[in-house]
């Protein structure tokens, strides 16, 4: 029989009754919040794993469940992996765990997987189910499995794909703006419960969305908080305007006062890189001081929860090229997301021949003759990289003992994206419709906004055709450049124990420094065992 070992207790802690473990929550019909033994209870009658797929498909919320029965097991975790979980086989049976080492009773026992070492540092996470580590794997996004006499057996009861709408333009811009303010913002008031929030808010649209949202609920006890360098940081002005507007305290925390400060010697941090990553996902590191400044300094109550806008833009499409729309076949889809996602490192033709086959494969299995190739780049950027890249960034909180809550997520708001047409998602043409609308209304709205987005979308649109068509014209540039976070000086520390490793790769990318000294460390680590 698989053995159990959860170990991870900070702001949501597990909860077991008859032999069902569940942490998190989940909204069931007619938006009943359901946690601690309510959540176990919804899962009280999956004998298998047909019951357990239909209940997971109609779970909306922030979950993990493992379901031991006499003679099998089954697990599954959230759309977006919130709550990772891991196993592992031995002998003839397996071990489940959300700590990768509590798989291991000999840490000894632990071996690099080579192959995930080389996407790990393109792209700051491991794909599919692999790990950083041989024969130990993880739920995906949207899975479940079950585990039986030493055999599994696994599906997907969630996929970023739906047949397109058939709605004009105007209906289903009413049906956005009425799960958003009528849906979104109750059930987000709902599982808040009278918390303090804290909201990362930049300049952009989605953490604006957030805090808006809470301004129409009349949430009480909100602040606001930005970080970065002040210099070339033009969100500042905005983030400010924006809290002062809605009535909301905000604090800027000014990271250029960290400038001297050698983080590999603050032994927090380490643990807190060892929490996040878990063999599988790169930390996060911009938020770390802020996090430090708002407990140390502020001194934010214990229950305050945060409440990021991730990634709103990416559900409106604000990652579709006109020419993604024209895609014929799993190779031209493999291409482009190696040439957007595999480049943290520089790589050689053997490395990327290997990328792309591993990408067909993926895509192939996402496949389905429903759906046109565009989406498949769509719903592998879901279940890779905004689970175990974005929305694992979240682990900092969670380190922190603090909960968090991704609202922009929501399982109704991410399945009216996916089935809108390509036309009203390129260039978030939907999304900030709407958006424009509630923000001017509530005099939220700047000049800024429609130029910036403008001129980002002209200036993405040209950098992925030259991508695609003239990649030999393509010049080197400084890895910091648009360094709002200050990440040249704060990963100096970092940049020597590369070095001193004698790590051979060519950086393309800030995120490629904290990947690589990632696996230096743990490379360093398995060797000393």
């Known amino acids: 029989m698989p053995s159990i070992k959860l170990i991870h207790q900070n702001a949501y802690p597990w909860h077991e009754k008859d032999g069902i473990y569940a942490k998190g929550f989940i909204f069931a019909s007619k938006d009943q919040l359901l946690e601690e033994d309510d959540l176990i209870s919804y899962f009280a009658d999956c004998q298998d794993i047909k019951s357990f797929k239909n209940k997971l498909s109609d779970a909306n919320g922030m979950f993990s469940v493992i379901i031991q029965r006499d003679g099998f097991l089954m697990a599954a975790v959230d759309r977006l992996r919130c709550f990772p979980i891991f196993y592992r086989k031995i002998n003839n049976d397996y071990v489940l765990s959300d700590d990768v080492d509590y798989l291991f009773d000999n840490q000894k026992d632990k071996n690099i997987n080579k192959s995930s070492e080389i996407v790990f540092g393109a792209t700051?996470?491991?794909?599919?189910?692999?790990?950083?580590?041989q024969n130990v794997h993880q739920l995906q996004g949207g899975e479940l499995l079950k585990m039986q006499n030493g055999q599994i057996e696994s599906d997907f009861y969630?996929?970023?794909?739906?047949?397109?709408?058939?709605?004009?333009?105007?209906?289903?811009?009413?049906?956005?703006?009425?799960?958003?303010?009528?849906?979104?913002?109750?059930?987000?008031v709902k599982v808040l419960k009278g918390r303090p929030v804290a909201i990362p808010l930049s300049g952009g649209f989605d953490s604006r969305l957030i805090a808006l949202l809470?301004?129409?609920?009349?949430?009480?006890?909100?602040?606001?908080?930005t970080y970065g360098k002040r210099q070339g940081n033009d969100e500042i002005k905005r983030s400010e305007a924006v809290a002062k507007q809605l009535g909301?305290?905000?604090?800027?925390?000014?990271?250029?006062?960290?400038?001297?400060?050698?983080?590999?010697?603050?032994?927090?941090?380490?643990?807190?890189?060892?929490?996040?990553?878990?063999?599988?996902?790169?930390?996060?590191?911009?938020?770390?001081?802020?996090?430090?400044?708002?407990?140390?300094?502020?001194?934010i109550p214990k229950n305050t929860v945060f409440i990021p806008g991730h990634t709103g833009d990416v559900m409106a499409g604000s990652h579709l090229r006109p020419f993604m729309k024209n895609y014929s076949s799993l190779k031209q889809v493999a291409q482009d997301l190696m040439s957007t996602h595999?480049?943290?490192?520089?790589?050689?033709?053997?490395?990327?021949?290997?990328?792309?086959?591993?990408?067909?494969?993926?895509?192939?299995?996402?496949?389905?003759?429903?759906?046109?190739?565009?989406?498949?780049?769509?719903?592998?950027?879901?279940?890779?990289?905004?689970?175990?890249?974005?929305?694992?960034?979240?682990?900092?909180?969670?380190?922190?003992?603090?909960?968090?809550?991704?609202?922009?997520?929501?399982?109704?708001?991410?399945?009216?994206?996916?089935?809108?047409?390509?036309?009203?998602?390129?260039?978030?043409?939907?999304?900030?419709?709407?958006?424009?609308?509630?923000?001017?209304?509530?005099?939220?709205?700047?000049?800024?906004?429609?130029?910036?987005?403008?001129?980002?979308?002209?200036?993405?649109?040209?950098?992925?055709?030259i991508k695609r068509n003239l990649p030999f014209i393509q010049k080197k540039k400084d890895i910091f450049e648009h360094d709002i976070f200050d990440f040249r000086a704060m990963t100096t520390s970092m940049m020597k124990e590369i070095q001193k490793g004698n790590r051979k790769k060519t950086l393309r990318h800030y995120n490629g420094i904290m990947s690589e000294w990632y696996l230096y460390r743990i490379e360093n680590e398995l060797n000393k065992e």
């Not at 491991?126 to 580590?133: D, E, H, K, Q």
């Not at 058939?166 to 958003?180: C, G």
């Not at 809470?214 to 908080?225: A, R, S």
Request: include cysteine.
């Open 158 to 188: 969630f996929q970023f794909t739906k047949n397109s709408s058939k709605l004009t333009f105007d209906e289903v811009q009413s049906e956005l703006a009425d799960i958003l303010i009528h849906r979104i913002g109750p059930r987000l």
């Open 342 to 465: 595999f480049n943290l490192v520089e790589t050689d033709a053997r490395e990327r021949r290997n990328f792309r086959q591993i990408l067909i494969n993926q895509l192939s299995n996402l496949q389905d003759d429903k759906f046109d190739y565009w989406q498949l780049s769509d719903a592998w950027d879901v279940r890779e990289r905004q689970a175990k890249y974005i929305i694992n960034s979240c682990k900092l909180w969670e380190f922190f003992g603090f909960s968090y809550l991704i609202p922009l997520w929501d399982a109704e708001l991410a399945d009216f994206f996916a089935a809108l047409p390509f036309e009203l998602r390129l260039n978030k043409k939907l999304y900030d419709s709407v958006l424009r609308g509630f923000f001017d209304n509530q005099k939220i709205l700047f000049k800024e906004d429609k130029s910036l987005s403008f001129s980002n979308n002209c200036r993405d649109n040209l950098k992925q055709w």
């Open 248 to 299: 909301f305290n905000w604090y800027f925390i000014d990271y250029q006062k960290n400038k001297n400060i050698n983080i590999l010697q603050d032994e927090e941090f380490l643990n807190y890189c060892r929490y996040a990553s878990q063999y599988s996902s790169k930390f996060y590191f911009s938020e770390y001081w802020a996090a430090k400044y708002l407990i140390d300094e502020i001194r």
């Open 124 to 133: 700051g996470y491991t794909i599919g189910n692999s790990t950083l580590l």
């Open 214 to 225: 809470l301004y129409l609920c009349h949430y009480p006890n909100v602040i606001c908080f």
